[in-house]
């Protein structure tokens, strides 16, 4: 793994520390507007640090690098978009992660159960 790789996973270690931080300030605080402030944070945060799964991916090697095949003539060419906000800079860098489900890359990752919930859509 690259050093750069590592470094981000430590980061996401310390995200994922203050994302607990912030979701227990949140069950504790007693103004409407500070709890729905955090609770914005909270969604934040865990955003990012879904969007740093893949960039690490990225930066270890570990997403399969491939150019799309041609548009084949009569069909229509694929959508483009995806959940990961970098999905076209890794694109435009020849990675693509449309051939990997978000349970393949968070079983890379890791385990992210503590952080998304179940019912979570993300």
């Known amino acids: 793994m690259s050093n750069s790789a590592a470094a981000l996973r430590e980061a996401v270690e310390f995200e994922k520390k ?3 931080k912030y979701k227990e300030a949140t069950a ?3 103004h409407p507007e500070t709890k729905e402030s955090l609770e ?3 969604a934040d945060k865990a955003q990012t640090i ?3 799964h893949w960039v690490i991916m990225a930066e270890a090697g570990e997403i399969e690098t491939e150019k799309p095949a041609p548009a084949v003539e009569g069909e229509e060419p694929k959508s483009g978009a995806s ?3 970098f999905s076209g800079a890794l ?3 020849g990675i693509d992660i449309t051939k990997m489900s978000k349970e393949e890359a968070m079983e890379k990752m890791g385990d992210m ?3 998304f ?3 979570s859509n993300s």
Request: net charge negative.
């Open 91 to 93: 694109a435009e860098m």
């Open 83 to 85: 959940k990961c906000p």
């Open 113 to 115: 159960s503590k952080i």
């Open 50 to 52: 879904e969007s740093m």
């Open 40 to 42: 914005k944070i909270t």
């Open 117 to 119: 919930p179940d019912d």
């Open 28 to 30: 504790m605080v007693k």
């Open 18 to 20: 203050a994302l607990e």
